[in-house]
């Protein structure tokens, strides 16, 4: 049985990492090159790292910062925010980055996924998709939530699979940061819809959470952020990682990968 991945999700600003919720009122968390070192320390599976306010000021993640966090990081690390065309993409991976996150421009750039894809591989090519219910379905928004595409996720997600997207990153809006679990229904969706891999984010409050999202929902791999940046619901800071043990009963031995 293939290993499940546990991919925390950091989200980034030009004061450090933050945490939001609903995508708004971002909270300062801390240093992530300090978190990196936890997660280096505890074998973390993969890291992504997604500049929230890129988008929005026309530019992409800083390449110094890029650089620095990848050079500590043991892990591969996928990078996401503002990249729009594929010398950008380039960039992020000429600083260390393993794959690239792609979510408004996947949308609103026509032949960008295909592109990257027949570049540098779709092994390194993810897409993330922003969604919330609208009526009776889903609906896939972009820049941070805030623009309606009027496509489903299980559209765009085929769609951009065809074109060569190598993982899709599912991310419920009114999820984020609730600690309500993830939204099954969302995740399920979009992983019956595709082949390739599928990685859930938004919602999971608890380590059990990371088990129904693969064993109810059929993702391929689980991402969370307040999991591993707070210290309960309460919201104390403390970057921390579940247990072999923890995940192993979630998840089932056979689906961890074993961490010395």
Known sequence: ??????????????RGIVKTVGFDDPTYIGCAVNAVRVFNANNVDELILLDIEATAEGRSPDTERVMEICDESLMPVAVGGGLRDVETVRAMLACGADKVVLNTAAVEV????????????????????????????????????????GRTPREVAADLESQGAGEILINSIPR????????????????????????????????????????????????????FVYHGRRRGILITFPTQQELADALGSDSVRERV
């Open 110 to 149: 026509p032949g960008l996924v295909a592109e990257c894809a027949a570049k540098f591989g779709s092994q390194c090519v993810v897409v993330s998709l922003d969604a919330r219910r609208v009526g009776n379905d889903f609906e896939v928004f972009t820049r941070r939530g805030s623009r309606g595409t």
């Open 176 to 227: 984020d940061g609730s600690w309500e679990g993830y939204d099954l229904e969302l995740v399920s969706s979009v992983a019956r819809s595709v082949g390739v891999p599928v990685i859930a984010l938004g919602g999971a409050g608890s380590v059990a959470d990371l088990g129904l999202a693969v064993e109810q929902a059929g993702a391929s791999a689980v991402s969370a952020g307040s999991l």
């Open 1 to 14: 049985m293939p290993h499940v991945r546990v991919i925390p999700t950091l989200l980034l600003t030009d």
